[in-house]
């Protein structure tokens, strides 16, 4: 899909602008707070931003839904995000189930996003493959 349309332009610059963000709450968490602080209200302030602004990148994937005007490339979009959510689910709750019954590592939450975020590349990648066509982004 072109990036030609209002849409997906608003939806790249918010993108981007979240990106920027998120990369600087991180580095400012990484500065100002210790290597295993005690959770204190500030130390946990520090490591939550980072998350809203996780929700600020599903809002604006949201957004893109609601905005775009193309039911094909939307439909596309919704596919992409499918496939995603029962990657990130079949990894998380078969690895959350092996964990229970035998003495392996754990899954850090904080990989359950990124994990998802692989799941939207695989669900362009089927959607190409079944359908021709990878989506928008």
């Not at 400012?28 to 946990?44: N, Y």
């Not at 904080?110 to 493959?129: H, M």
């Amino acid at each position: 899909m072109t990036t030609r349309t209002p849409a997906m332009r608003r939806y790249f610059r918010v993108h981007l602008a979240l990106t920027a963000l998120y990369l600087a709450l991180v580095l400012l968490a990484s500065l100002f707070v210790p290597d295993d602080a005690a959770p204190t209200p500030m130390v946990i302030a520090f490591a939550l931003l980072p998350g809203f602004v996780v929700l600020g990148w599903i809002w604006n994937m949201g957004r893109l839904l609601v905005e775009m005007q193309d039911e094909y490339l939307r439909m596309l979009e919704v596919r992409k995000m499918l496939w995603a959510s029962a990657i990130t689910l079949s990894i998380c709750g078969g690895w959350g189930l092996v964990e229970l019954f035998a003495s392996v590592p754990r899954l850090p939450v904080f990989y359950v996003f990124p994990i998802w975020c692989v799941g939207l590349a695989v669900g362009q990648v089927i959607n190409r493959f079944t359908v021709g066509d990878g989506g928008c982004a």
